[in-house]
């Protein structure tokens, strides 16, 4: 398999207005930084105490291309990590091995695999790109998804099967963890989106009405411009967890872009993203472990 750090992109990550509404409008391109990104408090000695694998998932729509990372010994807490428009490249790697790093069996999964690879996805047209989001989010696709890697991630030996699993969402992300929850309520214990785009919209298949269906305890990390854009959407999603009894830890980042969290875009903020880095691995301490 054709390893995605190998792949020639343009030089920066920018989400553009489009992942405001990504069940609704093409998604603009999403242009991908170049190399390896360096996160900070990923040290020398911790990236080497991981392994990288690719892998490919048999689905009931095809084989997706993905990245399993985990310690290089024991087994231990899964967690399913879903790229943002860019999908599944360099940057969102090294963000699987910090975490990994931190005790976790990390699933990165090429989201578009249903329309290209990883490397070919990551420099699609903004046309293609459409196309591919549109296949990710046909009825019922998220969900035959969500079925494969969990399983995948079971199956495991790096995966301490005894714990409940995770999933964390980035951009497009976001919504895709609430799917994921919600069609595999009894595996997923924990749930973060950030900077999740259409979380709670006014449509009949809006994710924030699958609350009911879920376990997890969530938390989601709202750019301060998203909100801005649709100031409802928190309320719609605080309502939705407390009507279920399941309070979620929904916050606003003030100063804080869409795409604020992933290193290398033109909109990284550092600060606010190590807090909501901090918050995550809070959250999965006190689920998984």
């Known amino acids: 398999m054709t390893n995605p750090r190998e792949v020639a992109v343009p030089e920066r990550d920018v989400c ?12 603009g391109a999403l242009v991908v930084g170049a190399g390896a990104v360096a996160l900070a408090p990923l040290t020398a000695e911790a990236a080497l105490s991981v392994t990288e694998t690719d892998v490919t998932i048999k689905t009931p729509d095809g084989d997706c291309d993905a990245v399993l990372i985990h310690p290089t010994s024991g087994a231990h807490p899964g967690v399913l990590v879903w ?31 249903r329309s290209a690879k990883a490397d070919a996805s990551a420099t ?24 494969a890697f969990v399983a995948f991630l079971d199956q495991q030996k790096a995966t301490k099967t005894s714990a409940k699993l995770a999933t964390t969402g980035y951009c497009m992300g976001g919504p895709l963890t609430m799917r994921t929850a919600a069609a595999q309520a009894g595996r997923i214990a924990a749930a ?19 609350v009911p269906n879920m376990k997890a305890k969530y938390l989601i990390c709202v750019a301060e411009n998203d909100d801005q854009r649709d100031p409802e959407a928190k309320n719609k999603l605080r309502a939705a967890f407390e009507a279920a009894k399941n309070p979620a830890d929904i916050e606003v980042y003030a100063g804080a872009n869409h795409g604020w969290c992933v290193p290398g875009s033109q909109v990284y903020n550092e600060a606010q993203a ?10 999965l301490k006190s689920t998984l472990s």
């Not at 553009?16 to 998604?27: A, I, M, S």
């Not at 969102?92 to 578009?112: I, Q, S, W």
């Not at 259409?198 to 699958?210: E, K």
Request: charged share 30%; glycine share 10%.
């Open 192 to 210: 973060a989106s950030f900077h999740g785009g259409g979380l709670a919209t006014d449509q009949p298949n809006s994710p924030h009405l699958l």
């Open 83 to 113: 790229p943002d428009i860019g999908g599944l490249r360099p940057v969102f790697r090294d963000m699987g091995k910090r975490l990994a790093a931190e005790g976790y069996t990390v699933l990165v999964p090429n989201p578009f695999y």
């Open 16 to 27: 553009g207005d489009d992942c405001y509404n990504v069940t609704r409008r093409d998604l």
């Open 124 to 147: 699609a047209s903004r046309e293609d790109r459409g196309k591919m989001r549109e296949a990710l989010f046909a009825e019922g696709a998220p969900e035959k998804d969500a079925a």
């Open 274 to 283: 190590e807090k909501a880095w901090a918050k995550l691995l809070a959250l």
